[in-house]
């Protein structure tokens, strides 16, 4: 083991660590740069598993845990802040894929780390409805929305890439990522059913046997010491669209394409294409109080779910006849520029599936009665029709 992996400069978990952001951001390079660069194929030995684990450990609740809200800061004011969340997340992808039987053992640390991403892209994902001032050599807000989502995935997919039982732990990792994929099915779904009588700040725990709890309850915001790590909060009701569509990205992409443990998930697959679906009529519907470009945002990132894979077609209503069906009827409005640029995309993916007959007469008969005049101009296009 190189000695960087040593921890030269203060430990994490020293309470009376004086290191500066430079002097961390340093270490994590070096680190990745002694011990963890080259060609990822080649496998870490899991001898020093425990110094890994620490790693892991370490930068999920000191710097993604941490990592402040759009109402506490601007972002380029927090450079340091967002080096090290990117550099914390680049060391966490490559220790998930590189460091052997990482996630085996007595600990619950999958179970941990996962809960920590998920808060940290909700809070990324709320960043990328807020101007910022770019400044070079600093990630943008939707870069690492997306490097925080890779992160996940490859966290879950680790788990589900591995089918056998090792002696050193109590389960294989397809039942920790089962039970992973379970948990925030049921969250999901229970926010949706309680979403018009949800008081907020919500705390959502998981892992518990009440895993949303809202204002109304006794201390929402103060699990037990044990439970910090699996907790976030949503602030308020305009957060939860993005919680919704946040979390079932993760798991959607978490399985396609297949695992080698699919066969294993199946029945949670088709769950998750009906929760998309009710996610999907949520935000649709009057009751979804979030602001209208970030609404548009989470529709589109809903409907494209649906076309990802052959597997939800048979339990997803065609979210994309439906959303471009709201929108014809919608009219002209603010905000909902990100589905008209990105809808047509969609629509030419080969798992799209094609409306029914009826259903596709009725979305010419709204077209042809449109009237949004000028403010529809760079919408229209005359495209030939070729008869087969």
């Known amino acids: 083991m190189p000695p960087a992996a040593q921890?030269?400069?203060?430990?994490?978990?020293?309470?009376?660590s004086n290191a500066s952001p430079q002097e961390f951001l340093d270490f994590l390079r070096n680190l990745v740069a002694q011990s963890l660069d080259g060609d990822p194929t080649v496998r870490i030995p899991a001898a020093n598993k425990d110094v890994w684990v620490t790693v892991l450990s370490g930068l999920s609740e000191t710097f993604l845990a941490s990592f402040p809200s759009?109402?506490?800061v601007q972002w380029h004011v927090m450079h340091e802040k967002v080096k090290l969340a990117a550099a914390s997340l680049d060391v966490i992808r490559r220790v998930?894929?590189?460091?052997?039987?990482?996630?085996?053992?007595?600990?619950?640390?999958?179970?941990?780390?996962f809960a920590r991403l998920l808060n940290f892209c909700n809070v990324v994902e709320m960043w990328?409805?807020?101007?910022?001032?770019?400044?070079?050599?600093?990630?943008?807000?939707?870069?690492l929305a997306n490097d925080a989502l890779q992160t996940a995935l490859l966290v879950l997919r680790s788990l589900g890439g591995a089918v056998v039982h090792i002696a050193e732990s109590k389960v294989p990792l397809w039942k920790t990522l089962r039970a992973i994929l379970a948990e925030c099915l049921e969250i999901v779904t229970d926010l949706i059913s309680r979403s018009s009588t949800l008081v907020f700040p919500v705390a959502i725990t998981l892992f518990t046997k009440n895993s949303v709890q809202d204002a109304t309850v006794q201390e929402p915001l103060s699990p037990d010491v044990e439970d910090k790590s699996f907790t976030l909060t949503l602030a308020s009701v305009g957060d939860l669209p993005t919680f919704l569509s946040t979390t079932l990205a993760i798991l959607v992409h978490s399985v396609c394409p297949p695992l080698l443990s699919q066969w294993f998930m199946t029945d949670l697959i088709r769950q998750m294409g009906e929760t998309v679906g009710k996610a999907f009529a949520y935000c649709l519907s009057p009751s979804c109080a979030a602001p209208g470009e970030r609404?548009?945002?989470v529709l589109m990132k809903l409907a494209a779910l649906s076309s990802l894979s052959p597997n939800?077609?048979?339990?997803?209503?065609?979210?994309?006849?439906?959303?471009?069906?709201?929108?014809?009827?919608?009219g002209p409005a603010v905000g909902w520029e990100v589905i008209d640029s990105q809808m047509p995309n969609l629509f030419q993916s080969p798992n799209f599936t094609a409306p029914a007959r009826v259903d596709f007469m009725e979305i010419l008969a709204i077209i042809g009665t449109e009237?949004?005049?000028?403010?529809?101009?760079?919408?229209?296009?005359?495209?030939?029709?070729?008869r087969r």
Do not use: Q, Y
Not at 133 to 141: A, D, I
Not at 312 to 330: D, K, Q, S, V
């Open 312 to 330: 939800f077609a048979h339990c997803i209503p065609n979210l994309l006849f439906r959303l471009l069906r709201h929108r014809l009827l919608e």
């Open 96 to 113: 998930s894929n590189r460091v052997e039987d990482i996630f085996h053992g007595p600990s619950d640390l999958a179970r941990r780390t």
């Open 7 to 16: 921890f030269p400069v203060p430990t994490f978990d020293d309470p009376n």
């Open 371 to 386: 009237a949004w005049r000028e403010m529809g101009n760079d919408l229209r296009v005359s495209t030939p029709i070729s």
């Open 295 to 297: 609404r548009a945002t």
């Open 70 to 72: 759009t109402d506490k």
């Open 128 to 143: 990328l409805d807020v101007e910022f001032e770019p400044m070079e050599g600093l990630p943008t807000p939707r870069e």
